[in-house]
């Protein structure tokens, strides 16, 4: 799964860069470390979903090749943002992983939920390095992806913090000396909470993480716990490590990362302040480091750092996840699916916060696994999923 990489020091020309998803809070820190270090670096493609007047500003700037916007409808307001710039405008899904497969040296893939996995495996089928911070593609199709990774001889890197944290500190020449994978998670806001109290949470305090800046989506993901479990997911593919050696601790200052524990007793951890320009800096100068404005770790002036099991009870949607990869097949996009239904109708307002996860437990029961031989398959399943999360959701506003 390696490519070769020039250094960032002696390659006589700058890295190429597309940015998936450029206007999102990843894409935005990748772009900053980009500007700090214009020499190392060249923009190919940047792509968004709809937010043009900031792609358009991102184009310009960085003086990239192309820019993609992913909803037909916002064609025309790119092209006339892009008038005289020099810079390609285009639009659609098509041309989204279009963009995705274009020549580039390193690949961002930021793109958000189930909508990024096609451009993801285009930009694995071009061979080159993926930064990987779209962990709805390994949910979803986790052996698909690391299938074509090897065929492919691309070189795939984990971004979210915790995966990349693994990614630092794990013996990649003895796999065999691993015995645990040890996720961490912050808990998110509603960490102390009882059921009661969570059911009268709001999308405004959903969205509030007291340590992350993430978007609306993630945000939710990290107050119900399920971005734990689709990251307990997205572990067992990016490592190959068994479920049950995957463990999930709750760290809410989320100093350490993540950590892996070896057979001798060892526990490997890497440590930080929570700035997503340390993980994604790690992904784009590697094999090397790059020097970045991420303030230093003060671990005095922190003065304790504390752990917690997590509950299941409070936080179903662990064992969700966790019951899923068990099952394999189909089962992990129907999970994945039935959430993006479930939080888009908390964030509009139309479901409460613990129903989220009732609303995926009952989409799961009433789709049991199937092969997953290919894309067809897996969006056959996402469809399916979606359909029958919507039908739950109506019927729980109709009983409202």
């Known amino acids: 799964m390696s490519v070769a990489t020039p250094s960032l020091e002696t390659a006589s020309e700058p890295r190429r860069v597309t940015v998936l998803g450029s206007t999102g809070s990843v894409g935005c820190s990748t772009l900053d470390l980009v500007e700090r270090n214009p020499d190392a670096f060249q923009v190919e493609a940047l792509t968004a979903n709809r937010s043009v007047s900031r792609l358009a500003e991102q184009a310009r700037r960085f003086g990239a090749r192309l820019a993609v916007v992913a909803d037909d409808d916002c064609y025309q307001d790119l092209k006339d943002a892009l008038s005289g710039s020099g810079v390609e405008a285009a639009a659609g899904a098509a041309a989204v992983s279009e963009a995705a497969a274009r020549p580039a040296d390193w690949v961002m893939a930021a793109i958000v939920g189930a909508a990024g996995l096609s451009p993801t495996l285009s930009a694995i089928r071009q061979g080159g390095i993926v930064g990987l911070a779209n962990k709805e593609t390994l949910v979803c199709a986790g052996s698909l992806m690391t299938a074509e990774v090897t065929r492919c001889g691309a070189q795939l890197l984990p971004v979210d913090s915790e995966h990349n944290a693994i990614f630092q500190v794990l013996d990649l020449d003895q796999p065999d000396s691993v015995d645990r994978l040890i996720l961490t998670a912050s808990g998110g806001p509603f960490r102390t909470l009882d059921r009661a109290q969570m059911a009268a949470v709001t999308p ?91 303030e230093r770790l003060d671990l005095a002036a922190i003065a304790r750092l504390d752990f917690e099991a997590p509950d299941d009870q409070r936080f179903p949607a662990l064992a969700l996840a966790r019951a899923a990869l068990r099952a394999g097949g189909t089962v992990p996009t129907t999970l994945n699916a039935a959430n993006e239904e479930a939080v888009a109708a908390f964030l509009a307002g139309r479901l409460g916060f613990v129903e989220i996860a009732e609303v995926v437990e009952q989409t799961l029961a009433e789709h049991p696994s199937e092969p997953l031989g290919g894309l067809d398959e897996l969006a056959a399943a996402d469809a399916r999923a979606r359909k029958t999360a919507a039908r739950l959701l109506e019927q729980r506003a109709a009983r409202a």
């Not at 734990?228 to 990362?257: C, M, N, T, W």
Request: hydrophobic residues 45%.
């Open 204 to 294: 405004q305090q959903a969205v509030a993480h007291p340590n992350w800046d993430m978007g609306a989506k993630i945000s939710v993901d990290s107050a119900t716990m399920m971005n734990k479990g689709l990251e307990l997911i997205e572990a067992h593919y990016l490592f190959r490590v068994p479920e049950d050696r995957i463990d999930i601790l709750v760290h809410p200052q989320s100093v350490i990362h993540s950590m892996v524990s070896y057979i001798d007793g060892s526990v490997l951890a890497q440590l930080g302040l929570p700035d997503m320009r340390t993980p994604i800096a790690y992904a784009l100068a590697w094999p090397e480091r790059m020097e970045t404005p991420v």
